[in-house]
T-cell receptor, first 109, second 114 residues
Framework: LAKTTQPISMDSYEGQEVNITCSHN???????ITWYQQFPSQGPRFIIQ???TKVTNEVASLFIPADRKSSTLSLPRVSLSDTAVYYC??????????FGSGTRLSIRP | SQTIHQWPATLVQPVGSPLSLECTVE??????LYWYRQAAGRGLQLLFY??????ISSEVPQNLSASRPQDRQFILSSKKLLLSDSGFYLC?????????????FGPGTRLTVT
């Protein structure tokens, strides 16, 4: 299984764009890149998933370069409520999904 | 719509006592099911996953076990709890046939072993 590496923590301010980069050098051909968000005392929540290039939904964008060895989650105009832990995962099936330590994002007024 | 339930929400148990946590899913059939544990301030540790009734894969050797007696029921058990078993236990389910294999998490059980 591909291992992911992401920053332990990040700080930003309300209204800013936040980019969290994840490294996954050993990603397999069939792996998808998926990001989850977790608030304290809650289970993680799916944010976005992509295979290549760019994916955008109502809450985030995911940028994936051609070699797919990294990816960047982009949160536009963050607010205080975006303070959470963000997990980057890579997997190709639903049989075994492993979370890393995540990135603790703190948003300040 | 699909719903996932976990109980109890909180639990305080003495060392050496047994444990049984239950998770049920409604509104879907043949889901993949997962048990995770999260220690305070840490990431999620995958404990068990199941792709069908009676099919359990263990990720971490320990004194915990899991069972899936019905398609949408997943049970986490222990015969004798250790202090290190304290944590936030999360059950999740996902569809199996095609991406994104998005996982849906239950509300969790916070276990304190004293």
């Amino acid at each position: 299984l591909a291992k992911t590496t992401q920053p332990i923590s990040m700080d930003s301010y309300e209204g800013q764009e936040v980019n969290i980069t994840c490294s996954h050098n050993n990603i397999a051909t069939n792996d998808y890149i998926t990001w989850y968000q977790q608030f304290p005392s809650q289970g993680p929540r799916f944010i976005i998933q992509g295979y290549k290039t760019k994916v955008t939904n109502e809450v985030a964008s995911l940028f994936i370069p051609a070699d797919r060895k990294s990816s960047t989650l982009s949160l536009p105009r963050v607010s205080l409520s975006d303070t959470a832990v963000y997990y980057c995962l890579v997997y190709s099936s639903a049989s075994k999904i492993i979370f890393g330590s995540g990135t603790r994002l703190s948003i300040r007024p | 719509s699909q719903t996932i339930h976990q109980w109890p929400a909180t639990l305080v148990q003495p060392v050496g006592s047994p444990l049984s946590l239950e998770c049920t899913v409604e509104g879907t059939s043949n889901p993949n099911l997962y048990w995770y544990r999260q220690a305070a301030g840490r990431g999620l540790q995958l404990l068990f996953y199941s792709v069908g009734i009676g099919q359990i894969s263990s990720e971490v050797p320990q004194n915990l076990s899991a069972s899936r007696p019905q398609d949408r029921q997943f049970i986490l058990s222990s015969k004798k709890l250790l202090l290190s078993d304290s944590g936030f236990y999360l059950c999740a389910w996902s569809r199996t046939r095609e991406p994104p294999y998005e996982q849906y998490f239950g509300p969790g059980t916070r276990l304190t072993v004293t």
